[in-house]
């Protein structure tokens, strides 16, 4: 047992510099550290030790995940969720060409996209009603062209055409209007030199 607990010493110093990782130096004082549970669990580690030593390695487990659930609380927001339709705002457009599109779609700013490379999020528009009077939707996936880490919005650039469903849905948009997005779809989970060559 004292082994364990020697180990689980070991381990605390590199816990907590990973808790901070991306945050920046003025962001330190919003965050608040657990004190109180902190010092429960060194309170609840010696009377175990000494009185309940059987009942230690569950204490570890259950005070471990609890302090594993107040990081996850703690860090950046994410304006992005795979299983629920999200509404974006239309923030400018700009015509790139006779038949393409910039759109940018603002967000919370003290949120992350959430999107990483080589994955896409899909939107969806209303287009009639079924034959029991439901909403139906075209759906269709799209990829932000601006930077995965912008702070806010993101760009979608989108060639409108003629018979497009959804492309004449955007071309119909204006500043202000709201359009839903899911994701990110993951295509490929891509790590930093992972492959040698990479062709485009």
């Not at 107040?70 to 950046?76: D, S």
């Amino acid at each position: 047992m004292a082994t364990f607990l020697r180990r689980l010493a070991k381990t605390a110093p590199v816990a907590f510099p990973h808790a901070f990782r991306g945050q920046s130096k003025s962001s330190f004082t919003s965050y608040r550290v657990p004190f109180g549970a902190i010092a429960a669990i060194s309170g609840g580690f010696s009377y175990l030790y000494y009185f309940d030593s059987p009942s230690l390695l569950k204490f570890i487990f259950i005070n471990l995940g609890h302090l594993d659930q107040i990081n996850e609380e703690t860090g950046p927001k994410v304006a992005l969720n795979p299983d629920k339709w999200i509404e974006f705002k239309l923030e400018d457009r700009a015509n790139v060409s006779h038949n393409a599109d910039l759109y940018r779609f603002s967000f919370d700013p003290s949120a992350k996209l959430g999107l990483d490379v080589a994955s896409c999020l899909i939107t969806r528009a209303p287009s009639g009603q079924d034959a029991e009077g439901k909403m139906k939707y075209v759906i269709r996936p799209y990829t932000p062209i601006s930077d995965p880490d912008s702070k806010g919005f993101f760009d979608l650039l989108i060639k409108v055409y003629p018979e497009g469903k959804m492309s004449q849905h955007f071309a119909s948009l204006k500043p202000g209007d709201v359009v839903e997005f899911k994701g990110p779809i993951e295509k490929l989970r891509y790590h930093p030199n992972m492959k040698k060559e990479i062709g485009m």
